[in-house]
């Protein structure tokens, strides 16, 4: 016979509110879970056509033009690839000097004035900033030389611009988190600012900043309304070398947002566009598993190691 095992002596009852707490917050933890898997089983269910009656050589190939049925993916990955890995090249160690400024050098009056503008670009729309930057920054680039000023490097740009706010922000809060402890120890042995940055705070702060950049490649891959005004929307792909970057491209994103209102429901160029959303998901997805991947072995190695 099972007996219902009674809460220890003097253990506090749990209070009706806690209990009703506690269940909503695992009701959002499952909704999460399963509004994700919903979104994947669409994705799947709509785009998988895509690869059941295309032939993996041409839906890879190098030509996109649905009208006579060329729908290679090629043009398209490679455009998104070019777009984001310049954005990344860009943000990057901006976001984290820039956070690094904020949270250990910056006076406590600027940073109570740059936190919240910080916060605040954010907010802007990126349907604004992809019209400000088709009016007034491709012109820019096309005076400096390129052949046009839609190309990979204006979205390259705008997408860096867009993405700084969320790693700034976000690494910042992983440097302030750092125990002001460490600091101090590694001041008392003679160690410099920057050496104290370098050597103890960044350190015990890389998982915080590994989300970071992450989140903002996330942030630059699934942009649309900027890099559709921006990037040229030519489904080529451009010559490799330096001059890369300088030439129309076309994202997948962009690609979505463009066609689709286009195409009739449950046509092959229709299941296409859903394909074209199945493999952007499963790049999120991948990016995100590199991330916790990243964070784990990282917190590992401190805890076999200590911080160096």
Known sequence: MTTVQSPPPGAPSRRPGEIVIEALIVLAGASTVIIVALIFIFLLREGINTFLDIPLRQLFGQRWYPIEGYYGLLPLLV????????AVIIAVPLGIVAAIYLG??????????????????????????GFLGWVALAPIIQNLGAPTGLTAFTGSLLLAYMSLPTIISISEDALYAVPKEYRD??????????????????????????????????????????????????????AFGPGMFFSPVRTMTATIAAEMGEVAQGSL????????????????????????????VNGARRSRGGLL
């Open 104 to 129: 250990e050098i910056a006076p406590t009056w600027l940073r109570e004035i740059l936190k919240p503008l910080i916060e605040i670009l954010a907010g802007i729309p990126s349907i604004v900033l």
């Open 79 to 86: 455009g998104t690839a070019l777009v984001t890995v310049g």
């Open 269 to 296: 160029h229709y299941n296409v566009l859903f394909g074209i959303g199945l493999i952007l998901f499963l790049i999120t997805f991948t990016v995100n598993w590199l991330a916790a991947r990243l964070v784990g």
């Open 185 to 238: 120890g590694s001041l008392a042995i003679g160690a410099t600012q920057w050496q104290t940055i370098w050597r103890v705070v960044l350190p015990a702060a890389r998982s915080g900043l590994v989300i970071a950049v992450m989140l903002g490649i996330g942030r630059v891959i699934g942009e649309t309304m900027a890099v559709l005004l921006v990037t040229g929307n030519a489904a080529n792909i451009p």
